[in-house]
């Protein structure tokens, strides 16, 4: 089975500071999906970014940008010009090609000090 | 607005009580999805459907119910056999594509207390 870790259970950065949350997956497929989801103090899960294992470029959003190493299994997300609105729960989360399930790791608690 | 709804945002249940579960989305996605989440933890899939009049059980589906008998509605209802209901309910949709690639969206959740 495919698990996903999250190593930091909570980091904290300066406004205006970047900050790179790590995240480590298991698998033994080729075909999958990798994505980064924001869960801010309301708890609604929001799409910050997604990564298709076959693509070789990492995925960019603004200020959100991701670390993919396929070999290393590793998806680290780096969120640049920290903004007080970026704290939040972000959890990394994987998902099979053939599968409909995706599996989250346990989240890591992003504090923005002023 | 299109988007996925969720009522209510807080139910309260008393043990030995079914509750249902309100998931509503007007994106015109195929699929939908239930997760659970509790605290400290990331979520887990309950239940998903990929089209009408179909469902299939994900990881942690025991003591739960689903239907879908409309495409924009998932309703959950958690039974009195769900031995610790108490948690943070997500619905899910998604537009299923070709090779598998389709990503999920969010509704802003149920907070589920059993007293």
């Known amino acids: 089975a495919q698990t996903v870790t999250q190593s930091q259970p909570e980091m904290s950065v300066q406004e205006a500071e970047t900050v790179t949350l790590s995240c480590t997956y298991d698998?033994?497929?080729?075909?999958?999906?990798l994505f980064w989801y924001k869960q801010p103090p309301s708890r609604q899960m929001i799409l910050v970014i997604r990564?298709?294992?076959?693509?070789?470029q990492n995925a960019t959003e603004n200020r959100f940008s991701v670390n993919f190493q396929k070999a290393a299994k590793s998806f680290s997300l780096k969120i640049s010009d920290s903004q007080l609105g970026d704290a939040a729960m972000y959890f990394c989360?994987?998902?099979?090609?053939?599968?409909?399930?995706?599996?989250f790791g346990q989240g890591t608690r992003l504090t923005i000090n002023p | 607005d299109g988007g996925i709804t969720q009522s209510p945002k807080y139910l309260f249940r008393k043990e030995g009580q079914n509750v249902t579960l309100s998931c509503e989305q007007n994106?015109?996605?195929?699929?939908m999805y239930w997760y659970r989440q509790d605290p400290g933890q990331g979520l887990r899939l309950i239940y998903y459907?990929?089209?009408?009049?179909?469902?299939q059980k994900g990881d942690i589906a025991e003591g739960y119910s689903v239907s879908r008998e409309k495409k924009e509605s998932f309703p959950l209802t958690v039974t009195s056999a769900q031995k610790n209901p108490t948690a943070f309910y997500l619905c899910?949709?998604?537009?299923?594509?070709?090779?598998?690639?389709?990503?999920?969206?969010f509704g802003p959740g149920t907070r589920l207390t059993v007293l």
């Open positions: 698998t033994s497929e080729s075909d999958y999906y």
């Open positions: 459907s990929q089209i009408v009049n179909d469902f």
């Open positions: 989360a994987y998902r099979s090609g053939g599968a409909q399930k995706l599996v």
């Open positions: 990564q298709e294992a076959y693509k070789q």
């Open positions: 994106l015109n996605h195929d699929a």
């Open positions: 899910a949709s998604s537009i299923l594509e070709a090779g598998g690639s389709d990503t999920q969206y």
